[in-house]
């Protein structure tokens, strides 16, 4: 018997920043903000979701045309790394490929902060999700004046550095987008308070200890920093090509699911397709198919005999 479940939907467009939109994330929710039954989402829509995401990923793969880049940016303790396992663990690895930006290593500082973020792109049909990304180099750059330590030409950093990145980083997204990567931008918007229980809880539970950091209790007295400067950059670099969706990130079921339906709008977006077989291989594949169900065992030897006459 079918059970009866509300459909659930939701309005992805309210947690996308628009181009020419002044962002102040003071002012945007942190908690699921609308009337949605968390029960149906979990048993229903969020697995329902999964499986889109798996179709329209299998497509992408195997067209191998189009690549999908997802950003993922937040304060510490967000969730991105639950998202991340959550939503994406269900696709076919050898398309999927998660790549975490840390501290630049010499090597890495040797070059331009694009260099990279240029390495880690995915290829043609491959999905990359960045865990953190080039938007760090306008973010904590910022906020603990590393580009002063920067091997950058110093004559280069003046007032205007940030303007300059911004600008940097629009071209970049949208010659991505017009050489066939579309790029989405998430920005999990926690609240402080919840900052405060996830740190405790990495603490607390001997199970996150792992995930423990100083440098994250450390960061939080620069919290309001952060917020004005991820508010400045969401407005300067939001674009109808590359949006950027600033998802409320204090109810991760509430997070994943919001999560899963950016990624499934992008996809369909983005319109994969199995692709088309030509005309000879389907009608030879028509009669492979009718000599499997006459249940001949000879029938492999067959269709090399056939192939032989017809090809
Ligand atoms: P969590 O959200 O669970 O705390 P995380 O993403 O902070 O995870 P960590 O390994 O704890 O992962 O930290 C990575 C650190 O690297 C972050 O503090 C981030 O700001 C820093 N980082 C990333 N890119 C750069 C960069 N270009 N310059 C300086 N620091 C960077
Ligand atoms: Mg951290």
Not at 99 to 106: A, E, G, I, Y
Not at 113 to 128: Q, T, V
Not at 189 to 208: C, G, T
């Amino acid at each position: 018997m079918e059970k009866e479940m509300p459909e659930i939907k939701i309005d992805i467009d309210r947690y996308r920043a628009k181009e020419g939109d002044k962002i102040n994330l003071k002012k945007i929710a942190t908690a699921c903000d609308i009337d949605i039954d968390k029960e149906a989402v979990k048993t229903a829509a969020f697995p329902e979701a999964l499986e889109e995401i798996n179709l329209l990923q299998a497509k992408l793969y195997a067209q191998s045309t189009y690549g999908f880049i997802i950003v993922l940016q937040a304060m510490d303790a967000a969730g991105k790394d639950g998202t991340i396992k959550h939503v994406f663990s269900h696709l076919d690895p050898n398309g999927v490929h998660v790549v975490s930006f840390k501290q630049p290593n010499s090597e890495e500082k040797d070059h331009d902060y694009m260099w990279r973020i240029n390495r880690a792109l995915p290829r043609r049909g491959d999905i990359g999700i960045f865990n953190r990304s080039h938007y760090e180099d306008v973010i904590v750059t910022r906020v603990h004046d590393l580009i002063k330590e920067d091997k950058l030409p110093q004559n280069l950093v003046n007032k205007n550095i940030w303007d300059t990145r911004y600008r940097q980083i629009k071209d970049w997204e949208r010659y991505l987008g017009e050489n066939g990567f579309h790029v989405i931008k998430i920005f999990l918007h926690v609240s402080k308070d919840e900052q405060r229980n996830r740190l405790a809880e990495r603490i607390l539970n001997k199970k996150k200890n792992w995930k423990f950091s100083m440098a994250d209790i450390n960061e939080r007295r620069y919290w309001d920093r952060y917020q004005e400067l991820y508010s400045e950059m969401i407005t300067a670099t939001s674009t109808k090509a590359a949006p950027w969706y600033i998802v409320p990130a204090d109810n991760k079921w509430y997070t994943r699911f919001v999560v899963s339906q950016i990624v499934i709008r992008a996809l369909r977006d983005i319109a994969p397709e199995f692709p088309e077989m030509s005309k000879e291989i389907k009608n030879q594949l028509d009669e492979f198919r009718r000599l499997i169900e006459s249940g001949n065992v000879g029938m492999i030897e067959e269709m090399q005999d056939m192939m032989k006459g017809g090809n």
